[in-house]
């Protein structure tokens, strides 16, 4: 399975990006797909994730915000960002999560099998 990302940028505060996440190797459909980010000095941290039934969970943060979605045909996931605050400036990495530790930690990126490269989102004040 391998996963590449892309869609980051420069944006001011305010604006809008929208992360794409394509997936090949592997049908998607079958996993949960997760987006995390990592800050300057900061761990890597849970963003947002679809499961394959199509559930979707938000870290709070981002709630209102952001909008994760997938496009089947392309074997894609995108992250939808509105509202960007200077904050949300890092690196967003996508993920499978296969299930390991009982399907429920979609929000642990130590539990996730594979990532994609990352991709550098950062917001201007």
């Known amino acids: 399975v391998q996963l590449q990302a892309s869609g980051g940028g420069l944006v001011q505060a305010g604006g809008s990006l929208r992360l794409s996440c394509a997936v090949s190797?592997?049908?998607?459909?079958?996993?949960?797909m997760g987006w995390f980010r990592q800050a300057p000095g900061k761990e890597r941290a849970f963003v947002a994730a679809?499961?394959?039934?199509?559930?979707?969970y938000y870290e709070d943060s981002v709630k209102g915000r952001f909008t994760i979605s997938s496009d089947n045909a392309k074997n894609t996931v995108h992250l939808e960002m509105n509202s960007l605050k200077p904050e949300d400036t890092a690196v967003y990495y996508c993920?499978?999560?296969?299930?390991?530790?009982?399907?429920?930690?979609?929000?642990?990126?130590?539990?996730?099998?594979?990532w994609g490269q990352g991709t550098q989102v950062t917001v201007s004040s």
């Open positions: 190797g592997r049908t998607f459909r079958d996993y949960t």
């Open positions: 993920g499978v999560y296969r299930g390991r530790g009982g399907n429920s930690h979609y929000n642990i990126g130590s539990l996730y099998d594979y």
């Open positions: 679809m499961t394959s039934s199509g559930t979707t």
